[in-house]
DNA sequence: CAAATTATATTGACACCGTCAACATATTGC
DNA sequence: GCAATATGTTGACGGTGTCAATATAATTTG
């Protein structure tokens, strides 16, 4: 309870100060650490260390929270994903440069499975809500570019390639996260890791010994 | 609702009868209606006129009734999916037979997107049910079959083969039922159906005049 | 500076959920 | 007919989201 210096020292205050952030921090950690099933209002309020209502002023309901989440997710995401080539527009293949995109794109999946579920699975999302809306729609707008279809209008064959580019990589990423691929890796007569099946499926002949596996 | 003959008459009898296929019965029916979010134990319960906890003697816990149901999914996935050529194996074209696999997958999707949710999200399933572990086994048997790779063990370009047309056609099915494949259909110059864009994806230049949606 | 107002957090309640134990009833085997 | 078993019901527990009422802090206002 030694309160100084500063506006509050949070620890006991009965006002937490910025709460907001607090609670998203505290989401973050209990999805990393229990799941996405255990996302709950009151698991995020009580790692807080706040009552069970609180995330009611600031987030509405358990949507709100999800989707606010969900919005940092596609932050982070964006900024994975943006091909550091995009920025200064160095690009030495645009081939290479998708490949590699799609790849980061399922790094993504591998290294934040419940937060990639979350971002992904329409449930309990709000994609009318600003900061959800902004961070996704930035994102999608990121995957068009990537394609090459930097315009905002696509034509059919643009609108092809996108929609392939994207399906193969999502659905690599889902089965990947669901363990559905497993059933594949396991028939195999030398079984490989999942992100070498990956670089075989996505690079066509890009290397041979695609054995290095650096999560 | 007016049984006779049978060996009991339900409507007011304490035993049920079959009650697990009954059960089935009303947590398809609510999965359809109210969506993957509502099919719970109780609800389902409510809806075949038993009591709260009845579904525990046939399924022990909510992870049984849904592997179960999940069981019935595979099947009926299995009979839509199975080609027709492949019983009798009379393919024209094997190309145009894998299309026609991938096309169907996606309709599956489509016509049951929550029972497709069920049957391909981890959570909530048990893999080592019997029921569910034959039904999804074969599925995945006929998918690698599908491709061609009809031998229990693949090699490298099989498994390769198989993981890219599964991940498309999945990833496909994924963005098309949690609305994200709209971003694209509502960018391009000419909106076409989703059905459509899945053959031009899969078809290259299969048909040009790809208009029909028979649902 | 004190009072009024607003913003924020707590408490308690409600209905729903899955799960379990205790009980009631039907079916089956002897 | 009676015991044993299978099946369904009832009631309880702790968990959940959500809401209304309350309490407290922060801010504005006079």
Partial sequence: MNTR??????????????????????????????????LTLRATAREAGVSHAAPKNHFDNLTGLLSDL????????????????????????????????????????????????????????DYTRSALKTASEAAFAGLTHGTGSASNKLDREGAVGVAFAWSLVHGYAMLMIDGQLNTITKRMIDEIDDMALLDALLGGASDQNTKKGPD
């Fill in 5 to 38: 210096s500063q506006p509050i020292d949070r620890e006991k205050s009965y006002h937490h100060g910025a709460l907001k952030g607090a609670l998203l921090d505290a989401a973050e950690i209990v999805l990393r650490r229990d799941g996405l099933e255990k």
């Fill in 70 to 125: 969900a919005a940092r997710g596609f932050e982070r995401f964006n900024a994975e994903i943006a091909s550091p080539g995009e920025a200064g527009d160095t690009q030495i293949d645009p081939k290479q440069g998708l490949r590699e995109q799609g790849r980061r794109y399922v790094v993504f999946a591998k290294n934040n499975p419940d937060l990639f579920q979350l971002m992904f699975r329409n449930t309990r999302l």
